[in-house]
């Protein structure tokens, strides 16, 4: 008995050792990419300076819901872009939303951009970003679409760095002047999705909003640079993508309720009920053969003042949306976070090779954080002019109380179906569709 409890420990301990290893290489590249795409000034794109009709039209659509934290402030960066030839739809479900005299003083004070307001109270699921995109969709001047979120605010050179992405991918040479003017929907092995990493501002600071904070700038920023860098699989936030209206409207419906319907409907209504659209469309497009890119700008994401259960309750909510859609990829979750990833892979040094276990926490756990810190520094290098910066102590300290968190949130977020969204109650069915129980 002895002899199989060793047996036991020794393969737990060589699997423990490998996962650990897996995660410190995936983290490392993380790294790697932040500090030599993000570390440096991004290049102007070519393109910004052709004549409009030489480059490709782009489409900018802002679904908005209220008084979103610093909302003018954010959406006033797409007004001032260096690209010859877009248009922006502010997009509302409510004549009477908060934000619409907002966007009018907006479009007051750029009178210059080709700006309007759509508001359309249809609706096609519970996705409330899925029902406010649906007539902006079927007005947009140009076949190119480029969906921001409200609480995003972007660089003036992001927009002509995006489309040089996407035409750059379209394969046929290197003249990217030339593809751009002879601009056509992706096709089969192309690029068919541009976005960018997002990383967190906060103006109204508070525990739960710095918390947020360290988690998107560090940790997850970081994960999120390396599995886009090593393209094996889709990963995509919606905070900024870019894509083609075409490639949209050709996608079956990945809700098997909507699949069985006489009538399934095809395109953006497709992906309605679903909370998580911004992932499904990404996967859809995906697995229909289209790749991913990135540009080296970031998705500055004006967070506003949350308190430390807010903080919880949405990153349980993601956690039990991820649960049903990639289910073994949650369940080791944990062993990839700091401190229960740094307690496997001393154990597994000191069962396997009789080495001190404490020291090499103590270090596995400090090497993580100056991981986390570097990224965050290096992506905050082209925006510091963006919002106030953080020092390395206040960082520190929401950093830890992040990780010491990790654990808890996971299991409140694995014994429990139901989130809160916008106000309402949805339980996640395990199709990942999301219906309305209150």
């Known amino acids: 008995m002895p002899d199989e409890r060793g047996s036991v420990s020794f393969f737990l301990a060589i699997g423990g050792l490998v996962l650990y290893g897996v995660v410190w290489a995936v983290g490392l590249n993380g790294w790697r990419v932040a500090k030599t795409r993000y570390g440096r000034a991004s290049a102007p794109s070519r393109l910004a300076t052709l004549p409009a009709t030489s480059v490709p039209g782009v489409t900018i659509i802002r679904p908005l819901c209220g008084l979103d934290s610093n909302l003018y402030n954010s959406l006033e960066t797409v ?37 309007r307001i759509v508001i359309n109270p249809a609706k096609v699921g519970v996705n409330p970003k899925v029902n406010n995109l649906m007539q902006p969709f079927h007005e947009a001047q140009y ?20 489309v040089d992405a996407w035409v750059s991918g379209a394969g046929g040479g290197t003249d990217v002047e030339s593809r751009a003017a002879a601009y056509a929907p992706p096709t089969r092995g192309q690029v068919g999705l541009v976005h960018q990493v997002p990383i967190a501002v906060v103006y109204h600071r508070s525990w739960g909003s710095l918390i947020e904070q360290a988690f998107l700038n560090g940790n997850h920023a970081k994960m999120y640079l390396s599995i886009n860098d090593v393209a094996v699989e889709s990963c995509v936030v919606g905070k900024s993508n870019m894509y083609s209206r075409a490639s949209i409207a050709g996608l079956r419906t990945p809700s098997p309720t909507l699949r069985a319907s006489p009538d399934p409907p095809s ?19 995906w697995r229909s053969g289209l790749k991913h890119a990135m540009t080296p700008d970031v998705a500055l994401d004006f ?17 039990r949306v991820r649960k049903v859609m ?7 979750e944990p062993f990839t976070e700091c401190l229960l990833g740094s307690l496997m892979g001393s154990w597994a040094l000191n069962r396997l090779f009789n080495i001190p276990q404490a020291p090499v926490f103590v270090a596995s756990v400090l090497a993580w954080f100056l991981v986390d810190n570097s990224v965050r520094r290096s992506l905050s290098t082209n925006v510091r002019h963006i919002g106030p910066q953080t020092s390395t102590g206040t960082f520190a300290l929401a950093w830890a109380a992040r990780e010491l968190l990790a654990l808890p949130v996971w299991l409140y977020a694995m014994v429990g ?18 219906k309305r129980v209150d």
């Open 79 to 115: 007004m001032r872009l260096d690209y010859p030839r877009y248009e922006v739809i502010f997009a509302f479900q409510d004549a009477g939303d908060e934000a619409i005299p907002v966007v009018r003083l907006l479009i007051k004070n750029y009178k210059h951009v080709d700006a």
């Open 143 to 162: 076949d190119l679409l480029w969906v921001i979120d409200s609480t995003v605010a972007v660089t003036e050179g992001t927009l002509g760095r995006m």
């Open 267 to 285: 395109g953006l209504a497709g992906f309605g009920p679903f909370m998580a659209e911004d992932n499904m469309i990404a996967m859809t497009l």
């Open 303 to 319: 967070i506003g003042a949350l308190s430390v259960r807010q903080y919880i309750d949405r990153r349980a909510r993601w956690i």
């Open 326 to 332: 990639v289910l073994p990829a949650t369940l080791i």
């Open 417 to 434: 179906s139901t989130v809160m969204w916008r106000g309402h109650r949805y339980r996640i069915l395990a199709s990942g569709e999301a």
